[in-house]
T-cell receptor, first 116, second 110 residues
């Protein structure tokens, strides 16, 4: 009954490859997010989608391309992987409408990406 | 600015003592302030939150206070236990965006 599930959990790949991470939420939330957590544990927002529409794109290289086929799914495709892309990527979701959006985010278990 | 200042970055306390973590935000329009606990190798999990129209909230050993005038909010953990050891993140909610603090690594020494 995982609320926010992302796959894969671990991803080890060579520099220059292209990879995708998938995320699904079954909470009925209208907004989904991708975060990058580096080795210093800082959680940095990358993208946010509200009802399949991109609303936040935080100075992320265009090698990163999110895609939201419906409001329950937000996938992340990364082209030409670089060493600096090594990190844990977290998907999250929240409900933005109602109560002025004052609702918590729910996080997936993370995808640990290691670039060789 | 885009940052939430969070202090201290590391905190060690003896079991049974209290721990306090403080955050400062910059956007007066922010209306919601959650706190997350992240254990090693796990996802961040909500432990307590406070809305902008409330000054204090308590849940058993955990409490959060909010000072809107000073744009400060704090997490208070009383009677700390070894299982409280983790990284704690504060966050502020702006429209469609949650800005996280830089995290506090709490160690509770048995």
């Amino acid at each position: 009954d995982t609320a926010v599930s992302q796959t894969p959990k671990y991803l080890v790949t060579q520099m220059g490859n292209d990879k995708s991470i998938k995320c699904e939420q079954n909470l009925g939330h209208d907004t989904m997010y991708w975060y990058k957590q580096d080795s210093k544990k800082f959680l940095k927002i990358m993208f946010s989608y509200n009802n399949k529409e991109l609303i936040i794109n935080e100075t992320v290289p265009n090698r990163f391309s999110p895609k939201s086929p419906d409001k329950a799914h937000l996938n992340l495709h990364i082209n030409s992987l670089e060493l600096g892309d090594s990190a844990v990527y977290f998907c999250a979701s929240s409900q933005t409408t109602g109560d002025h959006g004052r609702q918590p985010q729910h996080f997936g278990d993370g995808t640990r990406l290691s670039i060789l | 600015g885009e940052n939430v200042e969070q202090h201290p970055s590391t905190l060690s306390v003896q079991e049974g003592d209290s721990a306090v973590i403080k955050c400062t935000y910059s956007d007066s329009a922010s209306n919601y302030f959650p706190w997350y606990k992240q254990e090693l190798g796990k996802r961040p999990q909500l432990i307590i939150d406070i809305r902008s129209n409330v000054g204090e909230k308590k849940d058993q050993r955990i409490a959060v206070t909010l000072n809107k005038t000073a744009k400060h909010f704090s997490l208070h953990i009383t009677e700390t236990q070894p299982e409280d050891s983790a990284v704690y993140f504060c966050a502020e909610r702006r429209t469609y965006k949650y800005i996280f603090g830089t995290g506090t690594r709490l160690k509770v020494l048995a």
